[in-house]
């Protein structure tokens, strides 16, 4: 069985002008036709898109739902990542500093994920 890593990026929410595009329909292919290529060229696979509710607020105590349209990609795991975790169920191997490091300071950690943050550190002492 494949196993896959998955990205989720809102779509463009309006059209990127370009020469010879003069409807609204055509900049929004074209600024949807962008944001898919350049995932691309970083090994993604344009899998779906999605319209998800979210709750937000809305004023001080009041709160709507709102509607985001997402794109998902995906892209086959490493083959050497893939072979290194068992699939009998077992967790696989402790991640490095550097991908728990790039974990934290990522803008798509899950909920839950946030880096911890400890006291200032004092460069004089």
Do not use: C, I
């Not at 463009?12 to 600024?31: I, Q």
């Not at 050497?80 to 696989?92: C, F, K, R, V, Y």
């Not at 909920?111 to 004089?124: M, V």
């Amino acid at each position: 069985m494949h196993q896959y890593d998955y990205k989720v990026v809102p779509a463009p929410s309006k059209g990127e002008k370009d020469r010879g595009l003069k409807t609204g329909a055509d900049r929004f292919a074209h600024a949807l036709e962008l944001a898919m290529n350049a995932l691309a060229r970083d090994g993604w696979e344009y899998w779906r898109a999605e319209t998800l509710p979210a709750e937000e607020r809305s004023g001080l105590t009041s709160k709507t739902t709102v509607f985001h349209n997402l794109l998902v990609f995906r892209r086959p795991r490493d083959a050497a990542a893939t072979q290194s975790a068992p699939e009998t169920g077992t967790l696989a191997a402790a991640p490095s500093a550097a991908e728990k490091r790039a974990r934290q300071l990522s803008t798509h950690a899950p909920e839950g994920n946030a880096p911890r943050l400890g006291p200032a550190e004092d460069d004089e002492a």
